[in-house]
């Protein structure tokens, strides 16, 4: 009787041992979220408030995407954290981009001029953290160290230029 009491409470400790467990990275990326003011309100975050300024026009929609500020996460495939999208309004929107803890991050954003779900590099808009310079020699990724910011506990601010070709 012993013996089971002993198998049975290990196998009891695993079981809770896999629920405290962090998750699997793969489950840390990939999340689509609303855009939600409150979580860029005062004693909020982490977050950053992202207003996204120089939208071509009034058609198509806007993707924000957060990124790790890593060589390992920026603008991998697959390897966003949360993305929203929004209809696009010309001239200036703004979104609440909440993050998973502080740290380094990088934000991508694209305006889908036509609505097509793919890039259409000679029509759509595109934009990055810390608005870097895009060129045909970077063809339109810059090193993550040109787009990374830090973010603590709080709500931080930030305004990206879109570009179009």
Known sequence: ?????????????????????????????????????AKCAAGAGPSVRVTVTDIKESKG???????RGTKEDWLEKGKWIYRMEAPAKAGSMSFCMPLPRPGTYAIAVRHDLNGNGSTDIFTDGGAMSNNPSL????????????????????VETMSIRMRYR
Do not use: C, E, H
Not at 135 to 154: E, R
């Open 61 to 67: 929609t806007i993707r924000v995407q957060s990124y």
């Open 1 to 37: 009787m012993t013996r089971t009491f002993i198998a049975t409470a290990g196998v009891a400790a695993l079981a809770l041992g896999a629920l405290s467990a962090p998750a699997p990275a793969a489950a840390q990326y990939r999340q689509k979220i609303s855009n939600d003011a």
């Open 135 to 154: 060129n045909i020699f970077n063809l339109g990724k810059p090193s993550y160290k040109k787009v990374a910011f830090q973010v603590g506990s709080g």
